[in-house]
């Protein structure tokens, strides 16, 4: 085989491996953003719970409904 015919096919192929490799990268990148984003999302989901669980402790300690949970008692 001639010289040139075999250096297109190593160029041609190097450039295709990195084309895919580029291609990777770009999705992986992608990915990270959305996982970044959803992470964030549970993070503010987590605080707000937290504020609520607080809110309640607190409730309880200054003696609110002893006894009893304010679903029940309405029933």
């Given at each position: ?45 987590v ?29």
């Amino acid at each position: 085989m001639e010289t040139s015919i075999i250096v297109a096919i190593v160029t041609g192929t190097f450039a295709i491996v990195v084309s895919l490799i580029s291609k990777f990268r770009r999705e992986n990148h992608d990915d990270h953003t959305n996982v970044i984003s959803e992470l964030k999302n549970v993070g503010r989901q987590v605080e707000r719970v937290g504020d609520k669980v607080d809110r309640h402790i607190e409730w309880h300690a200054q003696g609110g409904n002893v006894g009893g949970s304010a679903n029940r008692d309405k029933g």
